[in-house]
């Protein structure tokens, strides 16, 4: 199935796709996938206000029948996910299992959300006032912006989006200029959901899309119409974002850059970790936001553990994303292997040891860009490995005692995801206690990567502090109000204050 016959399948018309000036590419071999035009800054504010209408009239739909439309976008989803998932590996490279479970993990935040649209609950709170009943109700908020990254095309707009629906709020999607055409497939099976929930029930402005770069970004942060901004990509981007965001006195969800470590105690499994890390590290090449880059090895068992890195490292397939058996995709492009190379320079010059990173040119389609995973081992937490260099490159330090593991592990900007491989139940414990790892996720036993989608999802520091996905997150989509009714005769005021007139 190529490109074409893929956006067909998925609804979009190919003949449409052709003629703009914004080449979208597909990292396999650089081949051009469609050209698409950009939107200006009128069509991005004409979208905003149609969601704002949009949302005028979608927050008075009951919760439930909201969550009708996200259940019929979930059996679009179930019934397209070979397509979706090929498009995802084709625009984004990551490899074909990766693809499809992508398309899984929207299948799933589709069926929480679906529980969810029955669940907003609020609270009954105990009033101080005879003849009062106080309580706390949560209402649709307003439209939300929502931007997102390359590297997970369409999942991270599913969580913002399912749950942002059955919270009464119509969804702008502006995808990141690399990956469009998975954005308009999106929009293209929510549009058929539509049609069978019923159109005429749904107002036009529901899910808004708009193509193009920082500058359409920017027109979205900047819009009173859009209370809540949700934003993924990296830090740099996010520091940009944020403020822009406060200034108007929006709210954000900033889910930045991370920089994942993991540390692996004397009584790890070792069989058990050394394959959680090969997969953590050198999975989507390096490309996830949850990327173990940071590895902690304890000095004893050191030495075993890079020794048997390195044998795992030289045998991973790298190759074409859409063949099976491959477990190693390509970079985005050029300029992510440039960033590879000079981390790699700096980690050398900094006295570390390099083994792998090399481009790889034999058995991969021409036109992409390949590598080997690279392990770097580091006489010490320099610099460079405080940073989010986003290709697959693992930093492995070594520790003696576990609080000197536990500072190296949270001594970086970010605090995303966190790892330990033990089988101490004091380690464990500790690591997940307040005095142990900073990130927002902390995991035993498994790796940093490949969360469900049942928990918040989000990191703390430089990685922004928001949260979408499970859990409470859709809090963040709503507005709560506390609500108090006196259905007495009297009118007592709180904290007892007199204010009697005749
Ligand atoms: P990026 O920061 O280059 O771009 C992300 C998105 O932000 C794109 O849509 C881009 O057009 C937009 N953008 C850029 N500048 C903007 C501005 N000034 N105003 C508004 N929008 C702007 O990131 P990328 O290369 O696409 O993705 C990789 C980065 O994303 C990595 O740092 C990775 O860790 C991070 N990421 C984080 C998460 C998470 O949940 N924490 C998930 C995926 C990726």
New binding site residues.
């Given amino acids: 199935m190529d490109a074409q016959d893929i956006l067909t399948a998925l609804g979009l018309e190919p003949s449409h796709l052709g003629t703009g000036d914004h080449a979208v590419t597909s990292p396999i071999d650089g081949s051009v996938l469609a050209r698409l035009s950009l939107a200006g800054p009128e069509d991005t504010d004409a979208a905003v206000e149609r969601a704002h209408a949009a949302f005028l009239k979608w927050r008075t739909v009951p919760p439930p029948r909201r969550g009708d439309l996200v259940r019929l976008l979930g059996e679009e989803l179930r019934a397209n996910k070979g397509a979706l998932g090929r498009l995802v590996s084709m625009e984004a490279g990551k490899i074909l299992s990766e693809g499809l479970g992508e398309v899984q993990e929207m299948i799933d935040i589709c069926d929480f959300a679906v529980g969810l649209s029955r669940q907003l609950y609020g609270l009954t709170i105990a009033s101080e006032r005879p003849g009062h009943r106080m309580s706390e109700t949560w209402h649709p908020l307003g439209a939300v912006g929502v931007?997102?990254?390359?590297?997970?095309p369409v999942a991270?707009w599913s969580w913002n989006t399912c749950v942002a629906l059955v919270c009464g709020d119509p969804v702008v999607w502006?995808?990141?200029?690399?990956t469009p055409l998975t954005a308009l497939a999106c929009q293209a099976l929510l549009r058929r959901a539509v049609q069978r929930f019923g159109a005429a029930d749904v107002p036009d402005g529901l899910l808004e899309v708009v193509i193009?770069?920082?500058?359409?970004?920017?027109r979205?942060?900047d819009s009173p119409l859009l209370p809540l901004i949700s934003?993924?990509?990296?830090?740099?981007?996010?520091k940009?974002?944020a403020p822009?965001v406060a200034a108007r006195m929006g709210r954000s969800i900033l889910?930045?850059?991370?920089n994942n470590g993991a540390i692996v105690a004397p009584s790890a499994d070792l069989d058990l970790a050394l394959r959680s890390i090969v997969f953590a590290a050198a999975g989507t090449c390096g490309?996830?936001?949850?990327?173990l880059r940071r590895l902690i090895v304890h000095e004893d068992i050191h030495a075993e553990v890079v020794e048997r890195l390195h044998r795992a490292y030289r045998s991973l397939p790298v190759g074409n994303t859409l063949d099976a058996g491959t477990l190693v995709g390509p970079l985005?492009d050029e300029s992510a292997f440039e960033r590879m190379q000079a981390a790699l320079e700096r980690a050398r010059a900094d006295g570390g040891t390099v083994t792998g990173g090399e481009r790889v040119t034999e058995g991969v389609p021409e036109g992409g860009v390949y590598v080997r995973p690279a392990v770097a081992e580091m006489p010490d937490q320099t610099e460079i490995v405080r940073q989010?260099t986003?290709a697959p490159i693992l930093y492995v330090l070594k520790y003696r005692e576990f609080d000197q593991a536990l500072a190296l592990h949270n001594g970086v900007p970010q605090g995303?995801s966190s790892a330990i491989y033990t089988t101490d139940l004091r380690e464990s414990e500790l690591f997940l206690s307040a005095a142990g790892s900073d990130a927002g996720i902390a995991n035993v036993n498994i790796g940093p990567s490949g969360a469900e989608i049942g928990g918040a999802?989000?990191?703390e520091k430089e990685?922004?502090g928001?949260r979408?996905s499970g859990s409470d997150a859709w809090k963040a989509y709503m507005r709560r109000q506390t609500q108090t009714v006196n259905y007495g005769r009297e009118l007592p005021l709180a904290q007892g204050v007199k204010f009697d007139i005749d």
């Fill in positions: 931007i997102t990254a390359f590297n997970f991270v502006k995808p990141s200029e690399k193009g770069g920082p500058d359409v970004g920017e979205l942060v934003v993924t990509g990296s830090i740099p981007m996010g940009k974002v822009r889910e930045l850059g991370g490309q996830r936001c949850t990327t985005y989010e986003f995303l999802f989000g990191g990685t922004g928001g979408e």
